[in-house]
């Protein structure tokens, strides 16, 4: 028996991080494809070998051949997306952010819990046995009792984002925010595997460089499971770039990325250890394959909607005091968001 799946969206994250890996991950099978342009979903289709394609969403996910339902769109379509699939009585895998707020999360995750069908998000890097090392280092006691968690993230996407010709990650009704939203919810999603759920969070926002009306500069601070205390500062307008994870510890500390394939650095007292564990060539079959595995009864997946809640609630009291609110459809009213009206005096 194989889980048959569709996706909605075969955009460019399709083509290698999480497509192949539907298609090769045991016991699974990619069998159809959908875009609103159909001569892009039949490309797709033709030259991924996949037997169906379509341009309306509600054909793929009414398709009886179909068990399970793989959405990749722009975030502002996925809680939509997630309801008509549960409505259809079918699993759903949601791209990541899970949606623009913790209130379209909760009504995803209560949806399929009313229904008792999974709802999986493409947090992969649980899967990554980069991040299952250093699970595994914390959880064996290699740096002793969490005390401290630093995160630095910053990049020059000021410089590379035409302000005429905004990608959807930089619009709130399709992001729900900016690259924090995007690139901050990795990080703080592989912070609540490996040292949370965080507790205690505060945070502030700010538009510095101007480029576009959503943030682009995001510093907060937290408590760990262990009583640790943390902080994490993303900067989208800076001229030097910047990806590091530091977890310390009573007996060391833990160094690694977020987004690169270094090794994992452990410093102690006899001194520095590395792990090199790289990344697949398709960097989501990991976890696809837990996925499948849950699915076929087989095992279980560490990347719901419940634990994708918890990033999306982190990340509204982070954002909230620049939105003013987010609660509701923030994103119909940038005139009213205290941030940017900050930004614009």
């Excluded at 990033?311 to 923030?330: C, I, N, P, Q, S």
């Amino acid at each position: 028996m194989a889980i048959r799946w569709g996706i909605i969206g075969c955009g460019n994250v399709c083509e290698v991080k999480s497509g192949p890996g539907l298609a090769k991950a045991q016991g699974s099978e990619l069998v159809a494809v959908m875009r609103r342009d159909g001569a892009k979903a039949r490309d797709y289709a033709q030259r991924h070998g996949v037997a169906r394609w379509y341009d309306d969403a509600d054909a793929l996910i009414h398709d009886p051949q179909v068990d399970a339902v793989y959405v990749a769109t722009p975030v502002g379509t996925h809680c939509e997306y997630a309801l008509r699939i549960c409505q259809a009585g079918k699993p759903a895998y949601i791209e990541k952010p899970m949606a623009r707020n913790y209130a379209e999360c909760g009504r995803m995750v209560e949806a399929f819990e009313r229904a008792r069908l999974p709802l999986f998000v493409a947090y992969y890097r649980r899967g990554l046995p980069r991040f299952l090392q250093a699970r595994e280092l914390i959880e064996t006691g290699r740096i002793g009792q969490v005390t401290g968690v630093t995160y630095r993230c910053s990049s020059a996407s000021h410089q590379r984002t035409d302000p005429k010709n905004l990608p959807w990650r930089f619009v709130a009704a399709d992001a729900g925010g900016g690259l924090f939203m995007d690139i901050g919810s990795h990080t703080l999603d592989i912070l609540d595997l490996l040292v949370g759920p965080l507790e205690d969070v505060q945070g502030m926002a700010a538009n510095v460089a101007g480029v576009y009306d959503v943030e682009d500069v995001v510093a907060m601070q937290f408590r760990t499971r262990s009583g640790g205390l943390g902080t994490a500062s993303w900067n989208f307008a800076s001229a030097v770039g910047d990806d590091t994870i530091e977890i310390s510890g009573t007996a060391g500390r833990i160094i690694m990325t977020c987004f690169g394939n270094e090794p994992v650095q452990v410093h102690t007292a006899a001194g520095v250890e590395t792990f090199d564990r790289p990344n697949p060539p398709h960097i989501q079959q990991p976890l696809i394959q837990t996925m499948v595995n849950q699915l076929l009864g087989k095992g279980t997946c560490e990347s719901t909607g419940v634990s994708a809640a918890r990033t999306a609630k982190v990340m509204d009291k982070v954002l909230e005091g620049y939105y003013g609110t987010r609660a509701d459809g923030f994103w119909e009213r940038p005139e009213n968001w205290p941030g940017l009206r900050g930004a614009r005096r």
